[in-house]
């Protein structure tokens, strides 16, 4: 089992910046991607941003390329997710998330295995 806990939510206005930190613990030698996801209100939930390979691999959903940027500490079991140049339309709730698929780079959510309790993201015009 592995668990997971998310910080680093708030409130911003756009164009500010928020760095989420996400803690993980357990059994982590069996997690082959990390990664954050986000679901706002009345919309299903996607992937922002992975991490593969402790870090060796990243991937971004379109809409965050440029702005996001996902990192690891490996020798801490954390995750963080840099947002610059926030837009209202990132707000949403954040979910830090990890997988045993070999399968889960693109952040498809039912590849993820694993899921913290959520950080929200407000960003204000």
């Known amino acids: 089992q592995v668990q997971l806990v998310e910080s680093g939510g708030g409130s911003v206005q756009a164009g500010g910046s928020l760095r989420l930190s996400c803690a993980a613990s357990?059994?982590?030698?069996?997690?082959?991607?990390m990664g954050w996801f986000r679901q706002a209100p009345g919309k299903e939930r996607e992937g922002v941003a992975t991490s593969t390979g402790g870090g060796a691999i990243t991937y971004y959903t379109d809409s965050v390329k440029d702005r996001f940027t996902i990192s690891q500490d490996n020798a801490k079991n954390m995750l963080y997710l840099q947002m610059n140049s926030l837009k209202p339309e990132d707000t949403a709730m954040y979910y830090c998330?990890?997988?045993?698929?070999?399968?889960?780079?693109?952040?498809?959510?039912?590849?993820?295995?694993?899921w913290g309790q959520g950080t929200q993201v407000t960003v204000s015009s």
């Open positions: 998330a990890a997988s045993r698929s070999g399968t889960c780079f693109r952040g498809e959510p039912s590849t993820y295995n694993y």
């Open positions: 357990g059994y982590t030698y069996s997690i082959y991607c």
